[in-house]
């Protein structure tokens, strides 16, 4: 053999070597015990997506937030249903004080009157938004509900009387600052709901009852919704404080109600006032909405009854906002 065949043998050689460490690697790879641990990891990150899926849903079935936010909440807490659902409440917030800087100014005439009733009280609120489409959603109607629960709290958080009578009317600032059962207020509930629901939301006003043991509460609601449980939501709402009554002092009320929502008297006035026709804006003169022949005074000496004040609240009404 000539010496220049020497490095043409060291190569087949060297190569040789590579060839049996390769084939050597093969078999491992190729080993039962791998294939069992790659198999079973494939198994377990099957299972993993699976639960991703019934966690991803479920977190925006619950909330209501996009696909996409639900999502990135369960990567970012390690499918920590919770802490995603925590977090997404929290960037909703944030979200709803951008734009309702943003908002503010923007024409809020839609929404709903909500209406609560309880022993010897009943608050009155009006919640806006900007469309009836809004309005009609369930989140919007669980603030108003929410909003009329807080006044309701407030009014029983008070050291009243219970033989006096009390009437509290609560700015948007008054009604913004109260607090929820969750100690948020309710500015932050509607920072919540303006994230959520992108419409600039307001709460306008409340109107706030405790009447003595003798006296009665009656309400109300034109155009009502399904709202909450206990509260009652409509475009139109009335509360007619009543004294005495015969039979069902409920149904006198409710009809007292449906006349000044009707009707919308500005006073009161006095029992012998003459009438003064289709103009007439005082409650006791007007003709009765139920039975035109008679006039409200009339039909509240029949009941055995006494108006002794009303509240009238419709949606919307001498609002000054104005597109921005």
Same mark, same amino acid.
């Given at each position: ?12 050689? @060297? ?7 390769i ?47 639900? =999502? ?6 390690n ?8 977090? #997404? ?16 100014g ?31 959603n ?17 009014q ?11 009437k ?37 006003? @409340? ?60 006073? #009161?006035?006095? =029992? ?13 003169p ?39």
């Amino acid at each position: 053999m000539s010496l220049s065949a020497e490095p043409s043998i060291k190569r087949v050689m @060297a190569l040789y070597s590579v060839m049996r460490s390769i084939k050597t690697d093969i078999t491992k790879c190729l080993s039962p015990g791998p294939i069992s641990q790659h198999v079973q990891l494939i198994h377990t990150n099957r299972l993993l997506l699976t639960a991703d899926k019934a966690l991803l849903v479920k977190l925006r079935k619950t909330t209501g937030y996009s696909f996409t936010s639900c =999502k990135k909440a369960l990567e970012k807490f390690n499918n920590d249903v919770k802490q995603a659902e925590l977090w #997404l409440h929290e960037q909703a917030q944030k979200e709803g004080w951008t734009k309702a800087v943003r908002l503010e100014g923007r024409r809020a005439q839609e929404g709903l009157i909500g209406q609560l009733m309880g022993e010897k009280a009943a608050v009155m609120v009006e919640v806006n938004c900007e469309t009836d489409f809004v309005a009609r959603n369930e989140k919007f109607q669980k603030l108003v509900g929410d909003v009329a629960s807080a006044a309701m709290a407030h009014q029983r958080s008070r050291a009243v009387s219970h033989g006096d009578y009390v009437k509290s009317m609560l700015s948007a600032e008054d009604l913004s600052a109260l607090r929820m059962s969750d100690g948020s207020t309710i500015a932050d509930q509607l920072a919540l709901a303006i994230g959520r629901l992108g419409e600039n939301i307001a709460v306008r006003r @409340a109107v706030l009852l405790g009447v003595p043991v003798e006296w009665h509460v009656g309400s109300y609601i034109h155009g009502a919704v399904p709202g909450q449980a206990g509260v009652s939501m409509g475009r139109y709402g009335a509360l007619v404080v009543l004294q005495g009554g015969q039979g069902d002092v409920e149904t006198t009320g409710r009809k007292l109600g449906q006349h000044i929502v009707g009707e919308a008297p500005l006073s #009161l006035g006095d =029992k012998d006032d003459v009438p003064c026709g289709d103009s007439e804006t005082r409650l006791l003169p007007q003709s009765f909405l139920s039975d035109p022949s008679k006039t409200v005074s009339q039909y509240l000496t029949e009941q055995g009854a006494r108006v002794l004040d009303f509240v009238r609240f419709q949606c919307g009404e001498g609002s000054s906002n104005v597109d921005q």
